[in-house]
């Protein structure tokens, strides 16, 4: 067994380690307009149609394949402006997915949304620091122990499940594990890309030792 000096120090080489990457070169960057193919132009195109700008993290990404990239985009539709769960619960699952994937892009872009959803600084705090918020209200408690079981134990117990299904029924059940899902999805894409906050911005969040 490791000594608890030892230990220490292996947990801040592993965390160092682990933080050296959010500097790293960005891998995967935004594909200049004069390199695009017809196929991503047009899907380029129709995003910056929607959103008045020129693809950015993640979807600059999967303009590497136009049509992942423009089936991703229309379900980042249906979370902003469809989904049965409220602003305040969508943002809360977002932020939790960021911080279980220690994804910078993603947690700089929906933290001031989570704000003005309502979360408060000390709930977005705590969070961050990998800590379960204080006084949660019913629905984050529920909403809380279902992403954290989901993403860290891969699986969700009965008592949780019963919990989830009492409150949000069998739609808010999918859309807050979809979401999860689809924010995970967006993390793993841009951690492989490398994607950086943008601005040249200090990544927001400490890297946790694994």
């Known amino acids: 067994m490791l000594g608890r000096h030892t230990a220490a120090c292996l947990a801040v080489t592993v965390a160092l380690s ?28 129709d995003f910056e149609k929607s959103r008045n700008s020129a693809p950015t993290g993640p979807f600059a990404v999967m303009l590497r394949v136009p049509e992942l990239m423009d089936l991703s985009f229309k ?22 997915t960021a911080r279980e994937w220690t994804q910078q892009y993603e947690w700089n872009a929906h933290y001031p949304a989570a704000i003005q959803a309502g979360l408060t600084t000390d709930l977005v705090t705590a ?27 891969r699986s969700v117990s009965d008592a949780t499940y019963a919990r989830a299904l009492a409150k949000f029924g069998e739609p808010g059940i999918v859309e807050a ?3 999860a899902g689809y924010y995970t999805m967006l993390a793993m894409v841009m951690n492989t890309a490398r ?11 400490a890297a946790f030792p694994r």
Not at 195 to 205: E, I, N
């Open 18 to 45: 682990g933080a050296t990457h959010l500097y790293a070169q960005e891998r995967l960057p935004p594909i200049p307009a004069d390199r695009m193919t017809e196929a991503q132009k047009k899907v380029a195109a």
């Open 75 to 96: 379900w980042r539709q249906h979370v902003q402006s469809r989904n049965v769960l409220s602003q305040r619960q969508t943002e809360f699952i977002i932020l939790m």
């Open 127 to 153: 969070i961050a620091e990998g800590r379960r918020p204080e006084r949660l209200d019913e629905e984050l408690a529920i909403l809380y122990d279902l992403c954290t079981e989901l993403q860290q134990r």
């Open 177 to 179: 594990t979809s979401m």
């Open 195 to 205: 994607t950086p906050v943008p601005g040249g911005a200090k990544p927001p969040l």
